[in-house]
C-alpha cells in the first residue's frame, strides 16, 4: 500500500471532523435557541438531505476523479462554462466561509487571550492551517483521524450520559411559519456543507471502494453525533430562562475542565474545516489553469500558488471584518448562498449523468428542495448568483 494515499479510515478522519467542524459548536445551541424543540424537524430534515447529499457527490466523485472534483464531471455533463461556473460558485463561498470559521474558533479563544482582538486570533490560526496544509495528504488525514476521533467520542458519550439521566421524556413543539422554518433550513445547511469538496482528493485514494466505504461511514457518523447532540439538548435537564450554551453538555462528565475541553475541540475542528475546504478549493483553483502562477505546486502536490492566492484574500476579508464592514452572520449568510448554488449545478451535473434509479431520484429531490432553501438567503447575494449564471449562460451560446 502506498504510505502517501488515504484508505478508508484517513479518508473519514479527514472527512468527520471537517464537516463536524464549527456547524456541531454553532448550529445546534443557535438553532435551539431560535425555534427551540421545533429544531428536532429542521435537523431530521436536514440530516436525511445530507445523507442522500454524501451519496450523491460521493458516486460523481467516483466517476470523475480528479483534483478537480465533481467540477470534472459537470464540465462532461453540462460543458466547460458550467464548470466554471460551479467552481466559482464553489470559490465565492470559500472565499466568506473560511474566515467565519476562523472568527468562529477564535471566540473561543478570547477569554484566554484578552488582550489580542478576534480578527487577530483568527490570523494566527490561519496561520497553523497554512502550515497544515503544506503537509503530506497521507499524514494529515492520519491526524485528522485521531482528531475527529476523539471529538466524536467526547459529544456521543456526552449526548448519551445526559439522554440516560433524563427522568420523563416529554417534547413541548412550538409553533413556527414556513418562512422561520425554510430560514431554520437555510441556518443548518452549513452541517452539511462539505461532501462537495471530497471528490478534490479523490486521486489521493487507494480505489474507489475507499471513497465509498468512507462517504458512507462517515456520513453514519456525523449523522449520529448530531441527533444525539440535538437530542439531548432538547430533552436535557437543563436552565430553561436562559440562552442554551453548548458547554452545559459537558459539564456531567468534565465538570471545571468543560471550558477548555470545549474551546480545544472548537479550535480543532474549526482547523480541520479550513483543511478540508481551503485545500479543496486550492487544488480546485489550480486544476482549472486560470494563471501560471494559481497552478503552481510544489514537488510534494501542493497547490501552493492556489493557497497563496487564497490567503490573501482571507487576509483582505479579516481586515474587513476588523474594519466593520462585513459580521460573522454577513460571512455565514453569503458562503451558504453560495455553497447551495454550487450544490444545485452538482445535483444537476447527477441527473445527466446518472442511470434511472435511486440516486438520480435523490438527485431531482434534492435539487428542488435545494432551490426552494436558498430562495430564503439575501436578496443581494441571490442577484449575485443569478448575474453569475445569465453570464454564463449568454456567453455559451456567443
Do not use: H
Request: glycine residues 8%; contains cysteine; aromatic residues 14%.
Amino acid at each position: 500500500m502506498n504510505q502517501t494515499k488515504l484508505n478508508t479510515f484517513t479518508l473519514s478522519g479527514l472527512i468527520i471532523g471537517p464537516i463536524l467542524g464549527s456547524g456541531v459548536i454553532l448550529l445546534p445551541a443557535l438553532l435551539y435557541n431560535m425555534i427551540g424543540n421545533a429544531s428536532i424537524f429542521t435537523w431530521g430534515t436536514i440530516l436525511i438531505l445530507g445523507f442522500l447529499f454524501a451519496l450523491i457527490f460521493g458516486k460523481l466523485s467516483i466517476l470523475f476523479p480528479g483534483d478537480g472534483g465533481v467540477s470534472l464531471a459537470t464540465k462532461e455533463a453540462m460543458g466547460k462554462k458550467y464548470q466554471i461556473l460551479t467552481s466559482f460558485y464553489l470559490i465565492c463561498a470559500v472565499f466568506f466561509g473560511p474566515v467565519a470559521v476562523l472568527i468562529i474558533a477564535a471566540k473561543f479563544l478570547m477569554p484566554y487571550f484578552p488582550n489580542i482582538s478576534i480578527e487577530l486570533l483568527g490570523f494566527f490560526i490561519y496561520i497553523i492551517t497554512y502550515l497544515a496544509l503544506l503537509i503530506r495528504i497521507g499524514f494529515l488525514g492520519k491526524l485528522m483521524l485521531i482528531v475527529s476521533s476523539a471529538i466524536t467520542i467526547i459529544f456521543f458519550l456526552s449526548s448519551i450520559f445526559i439522554l440516560l439521566n433524563v427522568e420523563e421524556f416529554s417534547l413541548n413543539i412550538p409553533n413556527i411559519s414556513i418562512k422561520e422554518y425554510g430560514y431554520s433550513l437555510l441556518i443548518v445547511f452549513w452541517s452539511i456543507v462539505g461532501w462537495e469538496v471530497i471528490g478534490n482528493y479523490s486521486q489521493d485514494v487507494d480505489d474507489t471502494k475507499t471513497l465509498t466505504n468512507a462517504v458512507k461511514i462517515s456520513a453514519i457518523i456525523i449523522s449520529t453525533v448530531y441527533i444525539l447532540i440535538v437530542l439531548a439538548i432538547c430533552f436535557g435537564e437543563f436552565p430553561k430562562n436562559e440562552e442554551f450554551k453548548l458547554v452545559w453538555l459537558i459539564i456531567p462528565i468534565f465538570g471545571n475542565s468543560s471550558n477548555f475541553i470545549l474551546a480545544s475541540v472548537s479550535v480543532i475542528l474549526c482547523i480541520g474545516t479550513l483543511i478540508l475546504f481551503v485545500g479543496g478549493v486550492s487544488r480546485l483553483i489550480s486544476s482549472l489553469n486560470l494563471t501560471k502562477y494559481t497552478s503552481t505546486v510544489t514537488t510534494k502536490k501542493v497547490p501552493i500558488g492556489a493557497l497563496n492566492s487564497l490567503s490573501i484574500l482571507y487576509v483582505i476579508t479579516l481586515v474587513l471584518v476588523y474594519m466593520g464592514y462585513l459580521t460573522l452572520d454577513n460571512l455565514v449568510a453569503f458562503s451558504d448562498a453560495f455553497f447551495i448554488s454550487n450544490a444545485l449545478i452538482g445535483l444537476i451535473t447527477a441527473i445527466i449523468l446518472f442511470e434511472k434509479g435511486f440516486l438520480k431520484n435523490s438527485a431531482i429531490l434534492l435539487a428542488f428542495l435545494f432551490f426552494i432553501i436558498l430562495l430564503f438567503s439575501n436578496i443581494f447575494i441571490l442577484s449575485v448568483i443569478i448575474a453569475l449564471f445569465i453570464y454564463t449562460y449568454f456567453k455559451k451560446r456567443a
